[in-house]
Nanobody
Framework: QVQLVESGGGLVQAGGSLRLSCAAS????????MGWFRQAPGKERQIVAT????????YCADAVKGRFTISRDNAKNTVYLQLNNLKPEDTAVYYC????????????????WGQGTQVTVSS
């Protein structure tokens, strides 16, 4: 069992930055691939970025490539999502998730989910 707790969301102006964190419980964190998803009101939950268990491989969705960066610190059982040059269309609830398939991009590929953190970008 893995419990995930996100933090770092908030209200920011367009062009601003945030860093989201996701802290995981348990001693097997490095065995899990981690993903960040987001869900805007009335829309489906979509992949933002993923990272393999050892951090060697990452994937970013085209909509955020060059602006968002995913990373992890296995010693701290934490995965991060750095959000730069934020746009109003980035407004959503951001979720982290843990799974066993490296660089998976579908919600069904992830086993454990956090409760989400709200990111709101004003224009």
């Amino acid at each position: 069992q893995v419990q995930l707790v996100e933090s770092g969301g908030g209200l920011v102006q367009a062009g601003g930055s945030l860093r989201l964190s996701c802290a995981a419980s348990g001693r097997t964190f490095s065995l899990y691939a981690m993903g960040w998803f987001r869900q805007a009101p009335g829309k489906e939950r979509q992949i933002v970025a993923t990272i393999s268990g050892n951090g060697a491989m990452t994937y970013c969705a085209d909509a955020v490539k060059g602006r968002f960066t995913i990373s992890r610190d296995n010693a701290k059982n934490t995965v991060y999502l750095q959000l730069n040059n934020l746009k109003p269309e980035d407004t959503a609830v951001y979720y982290c998730a843990a799974g066993v398939l490296a660089l998976a991009q579908k919600t069904d590929d992830y086993i454990y989910w956090g409760q989400g953190t709200q990111v709101t970008v004003s224009s």
